[in-house]
């Protein structure tokens, strides 16, 4: 069974259609890659899987892990295996990141029917988790991505994703805005991340990042269609050739 | 002037000028005339009601008297006399709070207990002094009158906490005078937890000696109709004034708070953090007004007050109010009115945080800014799961 079936996806903002029939299926085990012009829809995508109720799918089907996601309202699809990294993490005053992420994992382990993880038990996760991401332990009492720099904002969407274990990760330009160094450690999360059963939607503006994650399948999307798939090699492709040959007389 | 005497005048005031009106500028949002409209007992009456002591240091008043049985009164160090307020008149008792206020004025005709807290110079209690005021006479008047003065260098921490029984009107119309000599601290919070249905008043006055530290944290949850006035004067250089609230409203409920800080020297600061949290039909106001007189330079007077409102029917008024005649100072406020951040929500939804747990997080988040700042840990522990409780109640 596919881990991820979009079908004839539509969806609209604000009145407007972004999205204009997208067909992608996702099998356990692997990476995809979405590379596409800035508005080409990407970012809508990725809110319309993550259930953000501000974007309207207005025809299609997405069916995830087996399930109908219009079925699903935000957090239970988060709850069911689907995780989003955002493009822009959002702060949130007031509430420690170890709260946070304690009242996530434990949301998770209620839906699947697990005990919940005591304090000691939580310390012992996140101190194993922690070390690959690279994550500074005042970064884990400060509150939710409040005042943290950008490459900071990164690693903790990746950190979340490795403590919540998500069956499917959608990285919605994870990459912009790192350096080298943060590239790096990034990737090395993700990549440790990746398993048989679990599957990857890696969006991103620059080829760069799939050298570090080396994705099974890129899609070109333009104008909220995928107007071409391919191998590893399509990325590079892009990179020396860029979008223009697909995004048509009105531009990008 | 003694007892009898300050009586006396203060009846007469309260005779000649009554309670306020909405037509008077200090009250222009908060109606008073339930208050004034019901006759209220004076019957004593033991209080069967439940509460928890914050520290060995507790005195506990039942429907307005001072219950030896159930107060520990024997066990204060050397330097530190705490008692009734009618075996230990301080002849300072009266000459700070204000004597213009209907309700002081009714408070001192007609104060029969309430609390007398001296601490001699140099003595620093750690331990905090818990009074509790327990109310559940329906139609009884109450009028506490506490006085707290500390010596020299002297340090006391005490939190006066007013609870009453569900569902009955009654009123609390309480007095606390509070003189901080130099280099003294004295932290003072206020819980008020009264009944829904319940008015309740308070004046809090403080005066601030040579580089004294006051502090209020005025935490309110309960009371149908009410009002705190916060009081501070910066009489000696260096002094420090801390005055932080969190009100939690709901139902019909109607919350006043009225901050006065008087910068009568130079070199002091105040800083002012209020915060709200509004359901249902509930109404707030905020007045702070900071005086800054023309000898306060290098005045350093901040306020702020945030207020969250969960529902469209809830409303706020906030009247930020500076007054400065000194040329050097710096004074800021600011005041906001919001509601919860929808993008917030979204990305705790995002993790599979169901949208009532994210709403109650980021509600606790917002009040939360205000229980940090507190010092004593048992208190904080205490106030924090009084928050949650509210949280847990509104969100039901
Ligand atoms: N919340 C929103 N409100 C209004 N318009 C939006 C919103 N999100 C995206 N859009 C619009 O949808 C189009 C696609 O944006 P987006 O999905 O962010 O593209 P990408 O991520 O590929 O850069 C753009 O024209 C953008 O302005
Ligand atoms: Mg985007």
């Known amino acids: ?252 | 002037m003694d007892l009898m005497q300050l009586r006396k005048n203060a009846a007469d005031h309260f005779k000649a000028n009554g309670f306020p009106t909405t037509k008077d500028e200090l009250w222009r949002f908060t109606d008073v005339s339930p208050v004034a409209n019901t006759d209220f007992s004076s019957e004593w009456n033991a209080s069967d009601l439940a509460f928890q002591p914050l520290s060995s240091y507790c005195l506990v008043f039942e429907n307005g008297k001072l219950s030896p049985e159930k107060s520990k009164l024997n066990a204060f160090p050397e330097g530190v006399k705490v008692g009734s307020i009618m075996d230990h008149v301080d002849p300072r008792l009266g000459t700070l709070a204000d004597a213009q206020s209907a309700f002081v004025a009714a408070n001192t005709a007609g104060f029969s207990d309430g609390t007398f807290i001296e601490i001699a110079e140099g003595v620093e209690l750690e331990t905090p002094i818990h009074l509790v005021f327990l109310a559940d006479v329906a139609g009884a008047a109450f009028h506490p009158r506490n006085f707290i003065s500390i010596g020299i260098g002297a340090k006391v921490t005490v939190v006066e906490e007013y609870i009453g029984a569900a569902d009955i009107t009654y009123w609390t119309n309480a007095v606390t005078e509070v003189f901080v000599a130099d280099r003294g601290t004295v932290d003072h919070y206020k819980v008020q937890r009264e009944s829904a249905t319940a008015f309740h008043f308070q004046t809090v006055e403080a005066q601030l000696g040579e580089n004294a530290v006051f502090s209020n944290h005025a935490i309110t949850i309960g009371g149908g109709l009410g009002r705190n006035d916060i009081r501070g004067k910066l009489i000696g250089e260096g002094g420090e004034a801390i005055c932080n609230g969190l009100y939690l409203l709901n139902g019909k409920q109607q919350f006043d708070t009225h901050l006065f800080m008087d910068h009568a020297v130079a070199n002091c600061n105040s800083h002012e953090l209020y915060k709200g949290i509004l359901d249902e039909k509930a109404r707030a106001v905020f007045c702070g007004r900071i005086l800054v007189q023309q000898d306060a330079q290098q005045t350093d007077a901040v306020q702020s007050n945030k207020n969250l409102l969960l529902s469209r029917g809830a409303k706020v008024h906030t009247l930020p109010q500076l007054e400065i005649y000194a040329d050097d100072v710096k004074c800021t406020h600011g005041a906001t009115i919001g509601e919860l951040d929808e993008t917030a929500l979204y990305y705790l939804q995002t993790r599979g945080i169901d949208p009532v747990r994210g709403k109650a997080m980021l509600t606790y988040a917002f009040a939360n800014e205000v229980l940090d700042e507190i010092k004593s840990a048992s208190v904080k522990t205490y106030l924090e799961n009084l928050v949650h409780e509210w949280l847990e109640k509104v969100s039901e």
């Open chain 1, 1 to 252: 069974m596919a881990l991820l079936e979009i079908k004839n996806l539509h969806a609209s903002v604000a009145g407007n259609e972004i999205l204009k029939g997208i067909n992608l299926t996702i099998n356990p085990g692997e990476v995809h890659a979405i590379m596409g012009p800035n508005g080409s829809g990407k970012s809508t995508l990725s809110n319309v899987l993550a259930g953000n109720e501000v974007y309207e799918k207005t025809q299609g089907e997405i069916l995830f892990d087996g399930k109908n996601l219009d079925d699903l309202v935000a957090h239970e699809r988060a709850r069911a295996g689907l995780f989003l990294a955002f493009q822009y993490p959002v702060e949130i005053p007031g509430i420690s990141n170890m709260y946070f992420l304690k009242a996530a994992v434990n949301a998770g382990r209620e839906y699947r029917g697990e005990e919940q993880l005591d304090a000691m038990d939580f310390i012992d996760l996140i101190e194993e988790r922690k070390k690959v991401m690279n994550i500074r332990d005042d970064l884990l009492e400060r509150a939710v991505n409040s005042g943290f720099s950008g490459g900071e904002k990164k690693r903790n969407e990746i950190f979340q994703m490795a403590m919540l274990e998500p069956k499917l990760g959608i990285l919605d330009e994870t990459d912009s805005g790192l350096d080298i160094d943060a590239l790096r450690i990034v990737s090395d999360g993700v990549n440790a991340l990746r398993d048989p059963e679990r599957g990857f939607l890696v969006i991103t503006h620059y080829q760069r990042l799939l050298d570090y994650i080396v994705p099974d399948v890129v899609h070109v999307m333009v104008h909220g269609q995928i107007v071409k798939s391919g191998g590893k090699e399509l990325a590079l492709e892009l990179e020396n050739e860029g979008y223009a040959s697909w995004v048509g007389e009105e531009g990008i």
